[in-house]
């Protein structure tokens, strides 16, 4: 089946730096990534959908600013988190699904990564 | 845009007693229910999906029930097993033939499923 990388899996960091995350796709083509946040013992809230060359598509409510998300590859989408605070921890998840045409419906989701911001 | 609503929150079965989770949708060009498995700490996993042109689907233990009419389906899960406690997660989309950014999955809110030995 289809696999979505996702790294790193568990970041710590200081309150006002950025950190990245990186969301790949190992053996498909994705042209369309979406990020999600998810809190403890909450369901997933889409942040973002992000596409292959284009302009992240943000939801309402997310700071875009502060939430840059990039999509240069079709296998690869990275979400930063600039200057970030403790609210900002959380666990955030990307999903891909198959690319140019057609929809298969299925969306493979990484491993998600556990950002804890002190 | 679609709102998915989900119950119960929270379901405690004995082992081998039958689980029925249930979603409501809102949007009527959702046509794709996908249901994930969410163990703590771990990415969601398909475990199965329903399209809206069958209003049943079935895959060993786990069954899928779709009613269009009322906007809502469900899970079931047969002969539960301590090993299927986790949260489940319904969701709902629409499918196209297009490249877009229009084709969010929405979750329902989760329901954490405790099977008891």
């Known amino acids: 089946g289809a696999v979505v990388s996702q790294h790193p899996s568990r970041v710590i960091c200081k309150s006002g730096t950025s950190v990245k995350i990186e969301c790949r796709s190992l053996?498909?083509?994705?042209?369309?990534m979406f990020w999600y946040r998810q809190f403890p013992k909450q369901s997933l809230m889409l942040m973002a959908t992000s596409n292959e060359g284009s302009k992240a598509t943000y939801e309402q409510g997310v700071e875009k600013d502060k939430f840059l998300i990039n999509h240069a590859s079709l296998t690869l989408s990275t979400l930063t988190v600039t200057s970030a605070h403790p609210e900002d921890s959380s666990f955030y998840i990307c999903?891909?699904?198959?690319?140019?045409?057609?929809?298969?419906?299925?969306?493979?989701f990484g491993e998600g990564s556990r950002l804890t911001v002190l | 845009g679609e709102n998915v609503e989900q119950h119960p929150s929270t379901l405690s079965v004995q082992e081998g007693d039958s689980a029925v989770i249930k979603c409501t949708y809102s949007?009527?060009?959702?046509?794709?229910f996908p249901w994930y498995k969410q163990e703590l700490g771990k990415r969601p996993q398909l475990i199965i999906d329903i399209r809206s042109n069958v209003g049943e689907k079935k895959d060993q233990r786990i069954a899928v029930t779709l009613n269009k009419t009322a906007k809502h389906f469900s899970l079931h899960i047969t002969e539960t097993q301590p090993e299927d406690s986790a949260v489940y997660f319904c969701a709902a989309r629409a499918l196209g033939l297009l490249v877009g950014s229009n084709y969010k999955l929405t979750f329902g809110k989760g329901t954490l499923l405790t099977v008891n030995p």
């Open positions: 949007d009527s060009a959702s046509n794709y």
């Open positions: 053996d498909f083509q994705a042209t369309t």
């Open positions: 999903s891909a699904r198959f690319g140019l045409a057609g929809d298969t419906g299925e969306l493979f």
